[in-house]
């Protein structure tokens, strides 16, 4: 029996770029220094993946919403960082990992990086994210639509 000729497997990044940033100095006028404490950090982070026109190439977008309290709100920060990529020679049953843990995983370190420097850069101390495990981020995600879906 002949062998299957096996396509070459490949996960590029095409372009990466920051599709949306806003950050609110929510007190600038007010600060206290009470603020000066910890402050308490929400942070709500999302994977969104769309298809691109091009075939095989796709668009993952890390969409951040931090919000920091003290005794009152000292900031928000939006930010949706996206990078398209291309994705050949994978079985169908691996893209969805691939698109939802491996992709954002590659995009992270420059989302973290433009966090802290705009932190920084709207007068407080730099906000260094942790690093995320997009594996359970994942996992969560599916569970969740398990449960919606029984």
Known sequence: MPKKEEKEQILGIVTQ???DLSFENVNANSRSEEEN???????????????????????????????????QPLFILDLTYTGEFVIEGFPNDML???????????????????????????????????????ANLYQQQNESQNQILQ
Do not use: W
């Open 17 to 19: 770029y920051m599709k």
């Open 37 to 71: 404490n910890q402050p308490q950090i929400d942070m709500q982070l999302k994977v969104n993946v769309e298809k691109a026109k091009e075939k095989d190439v796709y668009m993952v977008s890390l969409i951040t919403n931090i919000q920091a309290k003290a005794h």
């Open 96 to 134: 969805n990992p691939i698109l939802y843990i491996e992709c954002p995983r590659l995009l992270f370190p420059f989302v973290r990086s433009i966090i802290a420097s705009t932190v920084s850069e709207g007068g407080f101390p730099p906000l260094y994210l942790d690093p995320v495990n997009f």
